[in-house]
């Protein structure tokens, strides 16, 4: 039975899930950067992909850092986030679908050979068809920071959400290393017509101009993206409720992860506590 009356949400089965991170870290003001790896709830986890050649599906037993999601029959939504930041800052909670890397910054051309399937974790799928992974995103994340770059830049070839093959993303802003900080997270665009990504097929650095230093490339879903804190002790009205997270679909084989934006050059200490309602 799906979540259709305010009667069914009240009815609906809930877990409560709170991310609190304990430290902060230096980052790049207004670019979004992942809090993964920082102490807090949930554990701190490596933010390093495993293999270049692979990637590596995300679920909450692959790896420390993911909360676990308890609901294994029905269908699982988002129906509340209540935040808080130390910072002014924005934050956002996505689904790290799938994880290659953690790439060389002077690495050329690497093909990916091996990926899975991801399509239990789009909500567009529907058991059949080569049609899905519509509003799938391509971001690269800093695993260590880059030296030496003057111009770095990377591109990746995809499958996109109709099942063609080697689509080709807009090549990154060349960027210096300056602006290269750990963790740092940045969106890679689709080729034009494209909505989504089904598979990476290869990670093309386009430009080597950097020395030491690693990247991931990941497919993600955004699931919550406007927590908006605008200083420092806004409390007021930072619960947004089902009509606000749009009841965005869960899976429990999602891996829940938290983005910064702050609006200066620390991360701050994020609070989220999270409702998700299941109709089973």
Same mark, same amino acid.
């Given at each position: 039975?799906?979540?259709?009356?305010? /009667?069914?949400?009240?009815?609906?089965?809930?877990?409560?899930?709170?991310?609190?991170?304990? !430290?902060?870290?230096?980052?790049?003001?207004?670019?979004?950067?992942?809090?993964?790896?920082? !102490?807090?709830?949930? &554990?701190?986890?490596?933010?390093?992909?495993?293999?270049?050649?692979?990637?590596?599906?995300?679920?909450?037993?692959?790896?420390?850092?993911?909360?676990?999601?308890?609901?294994?029959?029905? /269908?699982?939504?988002?129906?509340?986030?209540?935040?808080?930041?130390?910072?002014?800052?924005?934050? @956002?909670?996505?689904?790290?679908?799938?994880?290659?890397?953690?790439?060389?910054?002077?690495?050329?051309?690497?093909?990916?050979?091996?990926?899975?399937?991801?399509?239990?974790?789009?909500?567009?799928?529907?058991?059949?068809?080569?049609?899905?992974?519509? @509003?799938?995103?391509?971001?690269?994340?800093?695993?260590? !920071?880059?030296?030496?770059?003057?111009?770095? /830049?990377? /591109?990746?070839?995809?499958?996109?959400?109709?099942?063609?093959?080697?689509?080709?993303?807009?090549?990154?802003?060349? $960027?210096?290393?300056?602006?290269?900080?750990?963790?740092?997270?940045?969106?890679?665009?689709?080729?034009?017509?494209?909505?989504?990504? $089904?598979?990476?097929?290869?990670?093309?650095?386009?430009?080597?101009?950097?020395?030491?230093?690693?990247?991931?490339?990941?497919?993600?879903?955004? &699931?919550?993206?406007?927590? @908006?804190?605008?200083?420092?002790?806004?409390?007021?009205?930072?619960?947004?409720?089902?009509?606000?997270?749009?009841?965005?679909?869960?899976?429990?084989?999602?891996? &829940?992860?938290?983005?910064? $934006?702050?609006?200066?050059?620390?991360?701050?200490?994020?609070?989220?506590?999270?409702?998700?309602?299941?109709?089973?």
């Amino acid at each position: 039975m799906a979540i259709n009356t305010l /009667q069914d949400y009240v009815n609906a089965s809930k877990q409560y899930i709170e991310f609190i991170k304990t !430290s902060s870290q230096t980052v790049v003001a207004t670019i979004p950067y992942s809090v993964f790896n920082l !102490s807090g709830m949930p &554990l701190a986890g490596t933010i390093a992909g495993t293999t270049t050649a692979s990637a590596i599906l995300q679920t909450p037993t692959v790896a420390t850092g993911y909360s676990s999601i308890l609901f294994t029959t029905g /269908q699982t939504y988002l129906t509340k986030v209540d935040f808080n930041s130390s910072v002014a800052c924005k934050l @956002r909670l996505v689904d790290r679908i799938s994880v290659s890397g953690a790439y060389s910054y002077a690495a050329g051309t690497t093909a990916i050979t091996s990926y899975p399937d991801i399509s239990g974790r789009c909500p567009d799928y529907t058991s059949a068809g080569a049609v899905w992974g519509t @509003r799938n995103e391509i971001w690269i994340e800093v695993t260590s !920071s880059i030296t030496s770059a003057t111009a770095w /830049q990377v /591109q990746v070839t995809y499958t996109n959400q109709s099942g063609t093959t080697s689509r080709s993303s807009i090549i990154s802003v060349a $960027q210096a290393a300056a602006a290269l900080i750990g963790n740092k997270m940045f969106q890679l665009a689709l080729a034009a017509g494209d909505t989504g990504v $089904q598979k990476i097929q290869s990670v093309i650095v386009t430009n080597v101009g950097g020395a030491a230093g690693g990247f991931n490339v990941v497919i993600l879903r955004e &699931l919550w993206t406007n927590g @908006r804190v605008k200083y420092v002790g806004d409390n007021n009205n930072l619960v947004h409720d089902i009509l606000k997270t749009g009841m965005v679909p869960i899976y429990n084989t999602s891996a &829940l992860y938290l983005m910064v $934006q702050a609006d200066s050059t620390a991360s701050g200490v994020p609070e989220l506590m999270l409702e998700l309602s299941n109709n089973g």
